[in-house]
């Protein structure tokens, strides 16, 4: 039996449609978890807020218990990145020991932690309460894997970088006994450079008195020129293909997890029945938690991968060719298989790179006074009505202190 954990959006139409996936793939598969959390909190969270739905505690409440009717348990995310040190304040202490409280009030079944301190808070003040930990966390060793063991931790979701190591998914499996979990439908770039600040960003935007997530994303951007610029990059990002699972599965993985908490129930019942099922014909992309390329007066530039033509893929991975921790070099596995089954508009890639090259500079002065006119920003074609309100802002607030200065 495969089990799933599966992103939410707090939809009763969400649960129904699961509730009918379960049974009807009720001999193989079955989505036994859901994960969330509000928008904001005084922990938060791995996802900008901006991205997450806008449930209430009152909705919050509503959805557990709609979820446990249905037999599938709820696990509450506090996988921020960084507090700021917070945590290690009497203040931010009783905040964060409040939130728990009421988590428990709730009757969530588990909470997912980014940062060690938690795992030892909640065991010391609610030993009942089961912890896994966040692949935030990035556990990619035994060692590591053994500390949060021992810490108290119930589950770990290993490192995304190694999802197709099965040498070490298979030490660690034989070296602890929690259960283990993997995430299948992320688009990072494999071993990104970004990843830390990245969930940095997320961390502050999404709790209380932190800085937004305003404006724009920038993160995206940068990955997004990296991927248009060696498309061997869609092919290295360490997804998992709905026919791929049971890879997993017999070497002792407990736990897929489908990610996508800003998508609506549509899509995520879309990618839990590919994923219940067990194969797929299609685009592969469709299923992952992916950019999206648009810009104003360009149309969107999509890709396909075409998953049909990847069977036999993960073989290479299986027999332990590949040797990613000492870097691609000359092998050009991935590259080729790019070449195979990925398609994409050459000429407009080609404007889009121009776009996100225009857009990750106009983000150095986003703050401050830039040489290219006070109006350049707030008329940008790359940039989206909330950038340019924004810009027009700082314009304006820049205006204010040289007035009042004067």
Known sequence: MNNFSLATCFSNRLLE?????????????????????????????????????KVSIKGLEDHIKRAHDQGIKFNY????????????????????????????????DSVTVALPFFVRLIREH????????????????????????????SRVCLDLDINRDFNLIEEIRKRVSVDLEVLSNNLCLLRCPLRYSHYNFTAHSTQEGGVPD??????????????????????????IRPEDVSAYTKRGINIIKIGGRELLSPELLYRAKAYLRGSFEGNLASLLCQFQFEAEHEKPLKFIIDNKRLNGFLDFFEANRCSYQKGCGDCNYCREVAKRVLEIDSSLKERYIQILK??????????????????????????????????????????MKKFLKS
Do not use: H, M
């Open 17 to 53: 449609g699961l509730d009918r996936l379960n049974k009807l793939y009720k001999d193989k598969a079955r989505v036994v978890e859901v994960f969330g959390s509000l928008p904001k909190s005084v922990i938060g969270s791995g996802r900008e807020e901006s991205a997450l739905p």
């Open 77 to 108: 995310l506090l996988n921020a990145s960084c507090l700021g040190n917070q945590e290690y304040t009497q203040e931010g202490q009783s905040k964060i020991i409040s939130l728990l409280e009421l988590l428990v009030s709730l009757k969530v």
């Open 126 to 153: 609610y030993p009942q309460l089961p912890v896994s930990i966040s692949v935030i966390s990035y556990v990619n060793s035994v060692e590591q894997a053994l500390f949060y063991q021992d810490l108290g931790a």
């Open 214 to 239: 305003y404006p724009g994303y920038p993160f995206r951007d940068q990955c997004s020129l990296i991927n248009l610029q060696n498309l061997e990059e869609f092919i290295k990002s360490p997804w």
């Open 358 to 399: 225009e857009k990750i500079r106009r983000q150095l002065y986003i703050g401050g006074e830039s040489d290219l006119g006070d109006d350049s920003l707030g008329k940008s074609p790359v940039f989206g009505l909330r950038e340019r309100f924004y810009s027009l802002y700082q314009q304006l607030f820049r205006k």
